[in-house]
């Protein structure tokens, strides 16, 4: 209710970027994306594969 920015985006994470090749990083207050689909983030299958944790 507080939130002024999305969590996902509200600053750079190194528990956030581990899964992406190329996470997007603020330069001079901006987030610049990647040209390429969706946000034209590249996702690291096997680091993302080690931090899921199944459902139960």
Do not use: Y
């Not at 330069?27 to 459902?55: C, K, M, Q, T």
């Amino acid at each position: 209710m507080h939130m002024t920015k999305p969590c996902e985006w509200n600053d750079p994470s190194r528990r956030q970027h581990a899964v992406f090749e190329n996470p997007p990083r603020p330069v001079s207050g901006l987030f610049h994306l990647a040209n390429g689909p969706g946000l034209g983030l590249i996702v690291n299958e096997a680091e993302l594969a080690r931090r899921r944790v199944a459902p139960g």
